[in-house]
């Protein structure tokens, strides 16, 4: 099984490798769509990663699938990639997909003040949609509402029926806002959720995380690669140990972050999934900030241009951090959940995990 | 670029019947209130207690049967010590001995050896010291002093040791010492050699208080201490490849992540209390970084169980590790208002007070966090 995922990641990381630079990263901040780059990550099968093999899918187990998210943050893509094979596989029992579509998730951080009414057969969809990450890019728009009868439903939209505002992230990506306008729903467009598996914005946290973990590690790269090459007094600053000394409390937090985070991506098909991915978000989001900081510390003032690659990764880094639920979101949800097993009960829950 | 890998590891069947034996024990220890659980764990001595885990064989699990282990796996091992942490069962008496030297002497040590003192340490009768650090030898664990010269049928031992855990209680202590001139290779040249405490001339211990005023460390002096050829471990000359092999099994186990957890667990009760939402974040953070750390040290006994040398690996868990134990008491003392108290009584008072005289030793013992950062720098290929 494995063999299989690693050759899918070793094809993966050769078509970043060729595609991703600062053209395209650039053209992406302009506010343009490769629909070229896009066409070659779908034909790769990359959106189908999660689908089963008889849906066209790799039929691959999901967290092992789930590591081509850590890859596209390691190199920075910046495709929808992340969010559309999640998608896919959360849309494939109702819409039949080419692959080449693009899906996005709202979680409950991007939803404001809306509400799921039915209306004849279908449903009417009230509120607010902010900062949609590839928003006016997005053929279908996912999120979980709760209905009147207070169970959850998952809902699709068709994102081409919205009039995207569009703003974008501190990287630069789409992040865009629309009015649902209570737009018209068909039955078939609103279904119970599955109970157990993540929510929308779990999985949205679970993306992100590990896009985080992934975006550190390049981080990390470029910053020892930098200590090596860049000679001051004489010899390069990586031989002086207060360069050492960071950079190795660094690592720590990369490291940390790729376990949480890989932790995860394990534990989307168990009993508690949000749990983990609390874990995750939190973590990786706390270790974020400190690897972005000391990566520039140590790249100085050329990190600080745009010239440089090393901003590519790290405003990827301080707004996915503050996606789908900041830190404190994060760690209120496992305290909670901590506090109501107490301190004695605390043991048997986490050695359980 | 080297790169760390923690692989995800699942938990063994074994290793979940393990658990649930280690609990059993543990309860019946607490039902009848044979230990105090919110003190501390494996920087408590007790020897009854050590007795009654060989008996259940928590000790030496992963060793031979025939030189009484149980032949469980690194996994099992990792489940039991965790458990006991968790539970706060005091298991400074036989910790030193089952975690390393035990290991080391199965690995490295004469056959006689481990004959004789295998069987004593996994039945709980059987205690080690650690003797690495010396007075002019704290980090620059190379530069070690202490002498070993021939004699007939073995060697002479003559200097100092120092922050040495239980040297007065402990049966033995396995002692670096320089067996050949320094040459140019500085870690050539030293060996280890076992020590009986009890039972050889020449050895006087002194007393070295803690900050919470407990004889736990000791300085041990040793003149013309004899030691057998047979209880020499491994070849001579070669002690400094065995001591930094040694070290991934002291540096990245549960033990430094859960130092302070009986201090967390007050915690949690009484932030259930109040459910405030800045505590609940304070708690839920903590909890990420517990998760994520238990995830690292579980990774890395699966690295040790397969057989590979996880060095890098270890000195994150460290490094990571010991900066969460030292940051627990930080924000115990900020999030419920009860002053410290080494011992009125108050569960939460003690724990904390000990939580917060013991944190600056969780960044220094077993390796500073200086000399981990800079190991992990090597790894990084800076140095």
């Known amino acids: 099984m494995n063999d299989i995922r690693d050759m899918i990641l070793d094809s993966a990381g050769r078509l970043f490798s060729d595609r991703v630079n600062r053209e395209l990263w650039q053209a992406s901040e302009d506010g343009g769509f490769s629909d070229d780059a896009w066409h070659a990550v779908a034909e790769m099968g990359l959106t189908r990663m999660l689908l089963e093999e008889d849906e066209g899918g790799a039929g691959l187990d999901v967290a092992d699938g789930l590591s081509l998210a850590e890859l596209a943050g390691y190199h920075a893509l910046p495709l929808p990639l992340a969010e559309t094979f999640v998608g896919m596989r959360l849309v494939a029992d109702r819409i039949k997909v080419s692959g080449e579509e693009i899906i996005v998730l709202a979680g409950e951080h991007n939803i404001i003040d809306a509400r799921l009414e039915p209306a004849g057969e279908g449903w009417t969809l009230i509120g607010e949609l902010q900062r949609i990450a590839w928003g006016r890019h997005a053929h279908y728009v996912l999120l979980d509402l709760p209905a009147r009868d207070g169970d959850m439903r998952r809902v699709v939209v068709k994102a081409d029926r919205l009039q995207w505002r569009p703003d974008v992230s501190l990287a630069g990506e789409a992040r865009d806002s629309a009015s649902l306008d209570s737009l018209a729903l068909t039955a078939n467009a609103v279904t119970a959720t599955n109970k157990t598996g993540p929510s929308i914005t779990e999985w949205g946290a679970l993306l992100r995380s590990l896009q985080m973990a992934g975006a550190m590690r390049r981080a990390l790269e470029l910053a020892v690669e930098h200590a090596n090459e860049r000679k001051q007094f004489g010899r390069p600053i990586a031989k002086f140990q207060a360069i050492q000394q960071q950079l190795a409390a660094m690592a720590g937090q990369v490291a940390a972050a790729g376990a949480a985070a890989a932790a995860a991506a394990r534990a989307t098909e168990g009993e508690e999934p949000g749990f983990m991915i609390a874990v995750a978000k939190a973590r990786v989001g706390e270790a974020a900030g400190m690897a972005a900081a000391v990566a520039h510390q140590v790249h100085a003032a050329m990190g600080f241009t745009r010239e440089h690659t090393l901003h590519y990764y790290t405003r990827r880094l301080w707004s996915w951090r503050d996606e789908f639920g900041t830190e404190p979101y994060w760690q209120d949800r496992i305290g909670q959940r901590i506090c109501a097993t107490g301190g004695d009960g605390m043991w048997p829950f986490l050695s359980d995990l | ?383």
């Open chain 2, 1 to 383: 670029m080297n790169s760390f890998r923690f692989d995800p590891v699942e938990l063994p069947d074994s290793a979940l019947s393990f658990r649930h034996a280690a609990r059993s024990f543990l309860a019946d220890e607490l039902a009848h209130e044979r230990f105090t659980p919110h003190r501390n764990s494996w920087g408590t001595y007790d020897a009854d207690f050590s007795r009654r885990c060989g008996q259940h064989g928590f000790i030496g699990m992963h060793w031979p049967q025939r030189y009484g282990g149980h032949e469980a796996s690194a996994l099992d091992r990792f489940v039991v010590i965790e458990e006991m942490l968790a539970a706060g069962a005091p298991m400074g008496a036989h910790w030193v001995a089952d975690r390393q030297s035990g290991n080391n002497i199965l690995a490295n040590g004469s056959e006689a050896a481990r004959e004789k003192i295998l069987p004593q340490i996994a039945a709980g009768e059987c205690f080690f010291a650690i003797g690495m650090s010396e007075p002019n030898s704290g980090s620059d664990l190379a530069s070690v002093g202490m002498r070993a010269t021939r004699a007939d049928g073995g060697w002479v031992l003559n200097g100092t040791k120092i922050w040495t855990s239980n040297a007065h209680q402990a049966h033995y202590l396995i002692a670096l010492a320089r067996s050949e001139p320094l040459g140019e290779d500085r870690h050539a040249g030293l060996t280890q050699f076992i020590v009986n405490l009890r039972e050889s001339d020449g050895i006087t211990t002194r007393p070295i208080y803690n900050l919470y005023n407990s004889h736990d460390f000791n300085e041990v002096f040793f003149d013309d201490v004899f030691v057998a050829d047979d209880m020499l471990i491994g070849d001579e000359g070669r002690g400094w490849q065995m001591v930094t092999g040694e070290l991934a099994f002291e540096r990245s186990g549960p033990d430094r992540i859960l130092s302070t957890y009986q201090l967390l667990r007050q915690l949690v009760d009484a932030v259930a209390k109040k459910a405030e939402g800045r505590d609940l974040i304070a708690v839920g953070r903590l909890i990420s970084h517990l998760v994520t750390l238990r995830r690292m040290s579980l990774s890395v006994a699966g690295m040790l169980e397969r057989g590979e040398s996880p060095e890098l690996e270890a000195a994150a868990v460290k490094d990571v590790g010991t900066a969460f134990e030292q940051e627990i008491p930080e924000i115990a003392r900020l999030l419920v208002d009860v002053a410290p108290s080494l011992d009125n009584g108050n569960p939460y008072a003690e724990a904390l007070a000990k939580g917060m005289l013991s944190a600056p030793c969780f960044s220094i013992r077993g390796g500073t966090r200086e000399i981990l950062r800079g190991i992990i720098a090597k790894g990084l290929g800076l140095r």
